[in-house]
């Protein structure tokens, strides 16, 4: 019996199959990997957000102000203060949040604490969430120390505060003002708008609140209100 073999045009037509699945699979995979990598830039651009709205709460609700200082010497001031800013607004403030990293050094948990928003460092054309940090309180509340990015791609900061003294939301406070000299804001809300991974605009909120209400004074120290 004679053993017939494929001919060239069944051969081609096979072959033509094979690619037409081959570009098939490679396509679907292509799509999955391209899904996967938008899923992990979405997942990760709100987890960065959570986490720096989770940061600021935290450090804010350990802010405070005290009367504990040499009235000669600016060094020992401490202040909580928002501002207009390019970015929305700015908060200035001094906190019980500092961490030492080395056992022996000369620090303690006080530190000066500032949120902004200005050009990302990492990226010229888009604006960050700036937090700068000093562990040392001194004469410059507002300067100094190290700016980190805590957020990328954030457009605008925004604070309220609640005044428990006139029942009321106030979108300033400055406690070396008259008016809020020497207390705190009872809770704090933070507003940040941040452009998405597709260009589009977010907002979030939280709020927290302040454990230290007024300037801390324990009598019996020597320490007494300055008249600044």
Known sequence: MRQRGFTLFEIMIAVGILGFIGMLTFGVVGRSMDGRERAEQITSHYHGVRQAMLRMAREIEMAYVTAHRDCEDPRTRSIFASANASGGMRLDFTAFSHYKVRADANESDEEELSYYVDDNPDDKKTTALIRRSQPRVDDEPRE????????????????????????????????????????????????????DPQGKDEVFVT?????????????????????D
């Open 207 to 227: 709020k927290t609140r302040v454990m230290l209400r007024n300037a801390i004074l324990i009598a019996g120290t020597g320490f007494t209100r300055c008249a």
């Open 144 to 195: 100094g120390g190290i700016e980190q990015v805590l957020a990328p791609n954030v457009k605008k900061l925004e604070f309220e505060f609640y005044d428990s003294k006139e029942d009321r939301w106030v979108d300033e406070w400055n406690t070396t003002n008259m008016d809020y000299r020497d207390r705190m804001p009872m809770f704090v809300s933070i507003k940040l708008t941040v452009v």
